[in-house]
């Protein structure tokens, strides 16, 4: 085979191993054994001694033309292959955007809050103020003024916390019907407001007792309010807040800042009267305090009672959650619980 003949079969050969080539070890390999100093090209480069003068420069200019050659290809392989390791490293490294997101927790608002803003609402479209009152309170208007004078034996169920003598954190909520009372102009209409809020007492807690929690006041003073106007309210709050079919009961009862005063018990919501565990096999569930604001009251606050009058209410929401919601254990709604908290998400 002629020198030129076997330059030819590399030619091909070594194009076929390049194509071939799967990484590029394999083809760095390749080109070290046919293009190195070694190889065979160099081979018959230097061979070229042995040749007449007439043909060293045809095979010379040859076997550059195959270099050039298999360099070339070396080089275009190099590149296909670099560009496959790349592509495999971007597919595999992609971000895969389907994944579903990280939830971030949402709160709610408390069980309490959503009862208190729901008899807000109820309230609010029978066109009573929501009136927010203070936490600290003075005895004058937390007990004198509701005709609670010191010597008084109806304080005894209502000790609390004392920041000073005359100074303390509110037993009740009744103190704001004395504010707002002081306060009103009739010449612009009736007052009718609600004012929810924290009270506090010394109280051991236990299932049914804390010594923080929460009251709805309600009063309304015109001319001419009666009983029947309490009556028709609180029925109709009742079956707002418990179902359409809901009477009420009213029972005497005693107030230092009512007369008269009752007790307000409503049909019960779960066995609807029949009588069941949650009315205690009664039919009836005590509900709230109200009666006729006690005359003394309303002249304390510069009201003439024989031309006002007025009826007032107390309702305790924890009380109301706890019914609806069957938990027997009022320390719940105060533990901040997350378990017991997010039973109550709301909307
Ligand atoms: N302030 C009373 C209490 O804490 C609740 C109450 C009863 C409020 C009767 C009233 C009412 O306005 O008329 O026990």
Known sequence: MSLKDK??????????????????????????????????????????????????????????????????????????????????????????????????????????????????????????????????????????????????????????????????????????????????????????????????????DDATHSHQFHQIEGLVVDKNVTMADLKGTLEVMMQKMFGADRKIRLRPSYFPFTEPSVEVDVSCFKCGGAGCNVCKYTGWIEILGAGMVHPDVLSMSGIDPEEYSGFAFGIGPDRVAMLRYGVNDIRSFYQNDVRFLSQFKGE
């Open 7 to 204: 330059l030819e079969v590399l030619k091909n050969e070594t194009s076929k191993k390049i194509q071939a080539a799967a990484d590029l070890a394999t083809l760095n390999q390749i080109r070290v054994e046919t293009l190195g100093k070694k190889g065979p090209i160099t081979e018959v480069l230097r061979g070229m001694k042995d040749l007449s003068a007439e043909e060293r420069p045809k095979v010379g200019a040859f076997a550059n033309e195959i270099r050039d050659y298999l360099t070339a290809a070396v080089e275009t392989k190099k590149t296909e292959l670099e560009q496959a390791v790349m592509d495999k490293a971007l597919a595999e490294e992609a971000i895969d955007v389907t994944l579903p997101g990280r939830q971030v927790p949402v709160g709610g608002r408390h069980v309490l809050t959503q009862i208190l803003e729901e008899i807000e609402d109820i309230f609010v479209g029978m066109g009573y103020q929501v009136i927010e009152g203070n936490e600290v309170e003075s005895d004058h208007y937390n007990f004198e003024r509701m005709n609670l004078p010191k010597d008084h034996p109806a304080r005894d169920m209502q000790d609390t916390f004392y920041i000073s003598e005359e100074t303390l954190i509110r037993t009740h909520t009744s103190p704001v019907q004395a504010r707002v009372m002081e306060k009103h102009d009739f010449s612009k209409g009736p007052l009718r407001m609600i004012s929810p809020g924290k009270v506090f007492r010394r109280d051991t």
